[in-house]
């Protein structure tokens, strides 16, 4: 199994970082609250249970599946593997109600390899995507996948116009594909990009280290046009960045992680009807292992759970949100030492639904789907029987 060196790399660089000793942490920005009030203790929850839904093997199925899954209306989960596959990879995959995977597509070099985040599919039943590496220029596509399985690039990444893409795509009324690169562009700081249904490729915004720079993240898109997001470097810290592109073209940096509010946010957000923005940061926090925040629409920002280890560390995944205000996330370390499946109420108090043991997985690096029925789905990069990651479910 591989992924994109350029994305082990980054993603090690930061988790180094956060090893830096509290002394070193800068102080949070002035009128940033700070939850001191998290679980030594985590509450586990009896109330969901645990599921292995398939097994990867890290043959021609697929391994280390480490994006999100989607889900739908017949209940069949669609994601990627970065390893695996009829060329070792990667592979996007079906796994259908009964537990049954079927390989869509075996990724090559020409195609594009390592597939690293998850799908976004329209109503006629084509999937879209990214790969970090690959193509004619070996810095990763854009990809659409027919229901029959028959591959188009829509687009080749040349450095010039953004590099290694490792976060899904949001897809608009008219088809248009919008998504982030954590490398290259102007700056080499990586863009905001949009390909349209011709397979054009715009660049939106390039990042620039001051302002925001590496972007992991999966992009949010509001009913107006305006898309949210995060990056992992940049800012007044270099501690990362929340930013908002208006639907006129105008970057707006919304929020500037300084240490103990979080540091370095690697996944996408979330948002609620009145407008407020939920994510996670990998490091930083009362414990600097990681915390769940949110952003108000007038710019506070206010930590919701600072991670402790037992509870979870280092939390990478986009979070999921119900009708309650309850948020739903992963952590791809802690608990028991490789990964929890955790949720956070609308009062800030954590229940931890799972700690992986290793048998039943392993770093979740991704996030959740959730069901009407209130069932969770997921997927560990690594554990399971042939220690190349798993599907799972938890159901109340």
């Known amino acids: 199994m591989r992924m994109s060196l350029a994305v082990i790399l980054a993603v090690v660089v930061f988790l180094a970082d956060c090893t830096r000793l509290s002394s070193t942490m800068p102080q949070p920005l002035k009128g940033t609250p700070i939850n001191q009030g998290y679980d030594a203790t985590p509450t586990v929850a009896p109330l969901m249970s645990f599921s292995i839904l398939y097994t990867f ?16 209306a017949a209940g069949n989960l669609y994601g990627t593997t970065s390893g695996g596959g009829k060329y070792n990879r990667g592979v996007a995959f079906k796994l259908d109600s009964s537990g049954i995977e079927t390989v869509l597509h075996s990724f090559s070099a020409s195609d594009g390899t390592d597939p690293t ?14 790969t970090s590496s690959g193509g004619a220029y070996n810095d990763g596509v854009v990809f659409k996948l027919h229901p029959s399985g028959r591959e188009t690039v829509l687009h080749n990444f040349n450095g010039r116009d953004g590099a290694t893409p490792s976060a899904a795509l949001v897809r608009d009324a008219a088809g248009n594909l919008y998504g982030t690169a954590p490398n290259g562009g102007a700056n080499n700081g990586g863009v905001i990009f949009m390909v349209d249904t011709s397979g054009h490729e715009t660049v939106l915004h390039n990042f620039e280290l001051p302002n925001g720079s590496a972007p992991f993240g999966d992009l949010l898109r509001d009913a107006a046009g305006n898309l949210y997001g995060t990056t ?9 960045v929340i930013f908002e592109l208006d639907s006129s073209g105008n970057y707006i940096v919304l929020h500037r992680f300084s240490g103990r509010d979080g540091e370095g946010p690697f996944g996408g957000l979330v948002r609620d009807v009145a407008g407020n923005l939920y994510g996670t940061a990998c490091c930083g926090g009362a414990d600097f292992d990681g915390v769940v925040f949110k952003l108000e629409p007038i710019g506070d920002e206010s930590v919701l759970h600072s991670f402790n280890y037992a509870d979870g ?47 039943d997985g392993y770093e979740p690096v991704g996030g959740l789907v959730r069901d009407s029925a209130g069932d969770l789905y997921g997927a560990t990069m690594l554990g399971g029987q042939y220690h190349s990651g798993v599907v799972f479910k938890l159901t109340p």
């Not at 093997?57 to 739908?72: C, K, N, Q, T, W």
């Not at 028991?336 to 639904?353: A, I, P, T």
């Open 57 to 72: 093997s890290g043959g021609v199925d697929g391994g280390a599946p480490g994006g999100h899954l989607i889900r739908d």
């Open 117 to 130: 985040a998850g799908l976004v599919r329209d109503a006629s039943g084509n999937l879209y995507g990214t």
């Open 232 to 240: 992992a470097q940049g800012g007044g810290h270099n501690d990362g």
């Open 313 to 359: 560390f280092e939390p990478m995944g986009d979070l999921v949100r119900d009708v309650a205000g309850n948020l739903y996330g992963t952590t791809p370390f802690g608990g028991d030492g490789v990964g929890v499946v955790f949720k956070l109420d609308s009062n800030g108090h954590e229940n931890v639904l799972h700690l992986f043991s290793g048998s």
